[in-house]
């Protein structure tokens, strides 16, 4: 019996500890934080805009370097691509990237199994290296073992783009009309968009909601993503809007749309399309 209360008080504060770790302020883990991976729920530490577009490069080598191995840590980037990164540094480009190349090997990620109860930290880099030709991401073995056990359209949708995007809402929302993209026009209640969005306890409008929430969302995984193309609008009873519809657009198709019309489409209720 002391065994198993033992046991029990192990699995307490591991739980609590879990809470603690992922949910810091008590509230939850934010949108713009959460990431999930292979049956991993974490919560990433915050990233500048550079930061996470080397991140995110270095992820995307894994995969393309073919089948991934688990055990292998290593990967290579041309340093012109490394630079190309640095786009709009300033003007003292290279102090500036080793400094944020210094901050980004001490960035880390909280990474919870339920199934297992394991908790891990983990920083994303072990090291970062430069030989003139190339620059050498040395992974941290969880995370290299974690992405290489990840579907790569997991790690794209999922992992990717809980890295890319700094808005607060913005992942809630891409998974809102990731989920339909498939679907043709998908509507939602507003009482279960602000739900899905966190946003129940809230007195936002539906006004407040376009503008606040799904219009900045919206910007940002279009300037991330050229693959995706969004129309929405509200639905209305009598004079109040009680729903919103989206209708999206993915791949090569959506990127013809883009060429055609750059900026994501909020349309008026007369032009909301029939179902099919």
Do not use: C
């Given at each position: 019996?002391?065994?198993?209360?033992?046991?029990?008080?192990?699995?307490?504060?591991?739980?609590?500890?879990?809470?603690?770790?992922?949910?810091?302020?008590?509230?939850?883990?934010?949108?713009?934080?959460?990431?999930?991976?292979?049956?991993?729920?974490?919560?990433?530490?915050?990233?500048?805009?550079?930061?996470?577009?080397?991140?995110?490069?270095?992820?995307?080598?894994?995969?393309?370097?073919?089948?991934?191995?688990?055990?292998?840590?290593?990967?290579?980037?041309?340093?012109?691509?490394?630079?190309?990164?640095?786009?709009?540094?300033?003007?003292?480009?290279?102090?500036?990237?080793?400094?944020?190349?210094?901050?980004?090997?001490?960035?880390?990620?909280?990474?919870?199994?339920?199934?297992?109860?394991?908790?891990?930290?983990?920083?994303?880099?072990?090291?970062?290296g430069f030989d003139g030709r190339e620059v050498i991401f040395r992974f941290a073995a969880p995370v290299a073992a974690l992405i290489a056990a990840t579907d790569p359209g997991d790690v794209e949708y999922r992992l990717v783009k809980g890295i890319q995007y700094k808005g607060k809402h913005t992942m809630a929302v891409f998974d809102i009309i990731w989920a339909g993209k498939s679907a043709g026009v998908v509507e939602y209640g507003i009482p279960e968009l602000m739900k899905l969005l966190s946003l129940e306890h809230t007195r936002y409008s539906y006004g407040q909601l376009r503008l606040r929430v799904l219009e900045p969302s919206l910007q940002e995984i279009y300037d991330w993503d050229d693959e995706i193309f969004v129309r929405f609008g509200p639905t209305f009873s009598g004079r109040r809007a009680e729903g919103v519809w989206f209708e999206v657009t993915t791949g090569k198709a959506a990127r013809e749309l883009r060429a055609q019309e750059p900026e994501f489409k909020f349309a008026p209720p007369e032009d909301k399309p029939v179902k099919d």
């Amino acid at each position: 019996m002391e065994i198993g209360l033992k046991k029990r008080t192990a699995e307490l504060a591991g739980g609590k500890l879990a809470a603690a770790a992922l949910r810091p302020d008590g509230q939850g883990i934010k949108p713009n934080q959460l990431l999930r991976a292979a049956g991993l729920t974490g919560r990433r530490d915050p990233l500048s805009e550079w930061q996470q577009k080397v991140l995110t490069a270095a992820i995307a080598l894994i995969h393309a370097a073919g089948r991934p191995d688990p055990a292998r840590t290593d990967y290579r980037m041309k340093t012109g691509d490394f630079l190309a990164l640095g786009d709009g540094a300033p003007e003292d480009m290279y102090a500036y990237l080793a400094g944020e190349t210094e901050k980004l090997v001490k960035k880390g990620v909280w990474l919870y199994d339920e199934k297992a109860g394991t908790l891990t930290r983990t920083q994303w880099f072990q090291a970062i290296g430069f030989d003139g030709r190339e620059v050498i991401f040395r992974f941290a073995a969880p995370v290299a073992a974690l992405i290489a056990a990840t579907d790569p359209g997991d790690v794209e949708y999922r992992l990717v783009k809980g890295i890319q995007y700094k808005g607060k809402h913005t992942m809630a929302v891409f998974d809102i009309i990731w989920a339909g993209k498939s679907a043709g026009v998908v509507e939602y209640g507003i009482p279960e968009l602000m739900k899905l969005l966190s946003l129940e306890h809230t007195r936002y409008s539906y006004g407040q909601l376009r503008l606040r929430v799904l219009e900045p969302s919206l910007q940002e995984i279009y300037d991330w993503d050229d693959e995706i193309f969004v129309r929405f609008g509200p639905t209305f009873s009598g004079r109040r809007a009680e729903g919103v519809w989206f209708e999206v657009t993915t791949g090569k198709a959506a990127r013809e749309l883009r060429a055609q019309e750059p900026e994501f489409k909020f349309a008026p209720p007369e032009d909301k399309p029939v179902k099919d």
